[in-house]
């Protein structure tokens, strides 16, 4: 019989990876630039942080912080306004899909700008 990795949960037989995780997201970010276009995907696990996200600890708390609901994160109020090219037009397409806290997520939004994601969602869709 193989061994489990240490902090390893067996799951229930018939019970798939993400339907064991509480707070689990995909997080993807895609950014457009003429013809050119550039996606990044990152995995987040919290309660432990897990996955690939570079900011887990951070991002994971903003979740928290909004119970899930990804249109109220808290952004990053530290940034304060975006400055000059705020009105710059270079959308960002964001989207989070996975189970938090029991509750299917399904979020997608474009944003005007990478000061104006940022503003918005913090460190979440810092991929």
């Not at 950014?31 to 696990?45: F, I, N, P, V, Y």
């Not at 600890?57 to 000059?84: M, Q, S, W």
């Not at 710059?88 to 989207?95: A, E, F, G, K, M």
């Not at 938090?100 to 918005?120: A, H, I």
Request: hydrophobic share 35%; charged share 25%.
């Amino acid at each position: 019989m193989a061994e489990q990795p240490a902090g390893a949960v067996p799951l229930a037989v018939g019970q798939s990876l993400t339907e064991s995780l509480t707070e689990y997201v995909q997080l993807t970010a895609v950014t457009s630039a003429g013809d050119k276009e550039r996606k990044q995907a990152r995995t987040l696990r919290c309660d432990p942080v897990g996955g690939d996200h570079p900011h887990g600890e951070a991002a994971c708390r903003d979740i928290t912080a909004a119970a899930g609901d990804f249109d109220r994160l808290p952004g990053d109020a530290a940034k304060g306004v975006c400055g000059a090219g705020s009105d710059l037009y270079d959308p960002v397409t964001v989207s989070a899909t996975g189970v938090w806290d029991g509750v299917t997520v399904d979020y997608r939004k474009t944003f005007p700008n990478q000061c104006k994601l940022r503003l918005r969602t913090g460190s979440v869709f810092d991929l």
